[in-house]
């Protein structure tokens, strides 16, 4: 069972997404803001994977995306946004993740970085 922290402002897509994780075997943690997220980060050590939403009303996400690798370097990063992004070493992002997105697309991520999960 691995930790995933969803960053999400929008509510039902928030608890939608939890609820998709817990049902396929992951501890979810959840956070709703820039703020709430770098809490997490520094309270949490065993965070596996973060799906974070790009635009969050306190910012935008990428922003903080460095801190979060110096604070848990083996956390996987994937940017969830109905907007294109080049992923790459310059952003320090693992993937992208268009939304909206399915279950199956998030089982892909899931097996993708959560391959012993």
């Given at each position: 069972m691995a930790t995933i922290l969803?960053?999400?402002?929008e509510k039902v897509v928030l608890d939608v997404?939890?609820?998709l994780i817990d049902l396929l075997g992951?501890?979810?943690?959840?956070?709703?803001?820039?703020k709430e997220t770098m809490a997490?980060?520094?309270?949490?050590?065993?965070?596996?994977?973060?799906?974070?939403?790009?635009?969050?009303?306190d910012g935008d996400s990428l922003e903080q995306v460095a801190e979060m690798k110096r604070l848990q370097p083996a956390a996987r990063i994937v940017i969830c946004s109905g907007d294109p992004l080049e992923v790459g070493k310059t952003t320090g992002v693992?993937?992208?993740?268009a939304k909206p997105?399915?279950?199956e697309d998030l089982q892909e991520i899931l097996?993708?970085?959560l391959?012993?999960?």
């Open positions: 969803v960053v999400e402002d997404t939890s609820e992951h501890h979810c943690l959840t956070a709703a803001s820039l997490i980060f520094r309270q949490q050590t065993d965070i596996a994977l973060v799906l974070l939403d790009r635009s969050l009303p693992d993937a992208y993740l997105f399915t279950l097996h993708r970085f391959p012993d999960h």
